[in-house]
């Protein structure tokens, strides 16, 4: 997978997922680039912990420093809640290491996925763009399906967790 990043310090989103594991092991090695690992744990899953601990232990092996945060949100937090105490979360990081930008695992499915919601929403034809990069935020995978993102891990036979909310009809994205 080719993605390249310009050189500096980053903060890379790493849920614990097939995607941000993915992004990780692609991006550990670039020349240039320093990489902070950081992990938000929303508090919406019990067995949260174990991806927090799955992300701990790659950030190691990867010897790249790792940053934590919790949320406690419950079970009952909307989407909503959940990407805005992370995106808080991830904006604390950068602040603190004085890094260039957030990176986050998003891909050409999420693309679609999101395309789709904010057209049910009613949303006009910005809403058919609102994935994609900026100056404090890269999503270098956009353009990657997700099933080329699983075949990749799988290749290079990374650890990865599976989300339990990831088949739950509550939220609209699946």
């Known amino acids: 997978m080719n993605v390249q990043l310009e050189p500096g310090k980053y903060i890379v989103a790493v849920s614990g997922g097939v995607d941000s594991m993915s992004l990780l092991h692609i991006l550990k090695d670039q020349s240039g680039v320093e990489l902070i690992v950081a992990h938000f744990d929303h508090g919406i899953r019990d067995d949260s912990a174990e991806d927090a601990n799955l992300v701990r232990q790659i950030a190691y092996e990867y010897n790249v420093p790792h940053e934590s945060g919790e949320g406690r949100l419950g079970a009952d937090a909307s ?70 993102i699983k075949e990749y891990a799988t290749r290079h036979k990374l650890k990865w967790r599976e989300d339990s909310t990831n088949a739950s009809d509550r939220y609209a994205r699946n």
């Open 79 to 148: 989407e909503a809640e959940a990407r805005n105490a992370r995106y808080e979360f991830l904006r604390s990081v950068r602040e603190k290491h004085g890094a260039r930008a957030i990176i986050t695992a998003h891909h050409q499915d999420d693309v679609l996925e999101t395309a789709i919601l904010n057209l049910l929403r009613g949303t006009g034809r910005k809403g058919l763009t609102s994935l994609s990069s900026g100056e404090n935020l890269v999503r270098p995978l956009l353009h990657i399906p997700k099933v080329d």
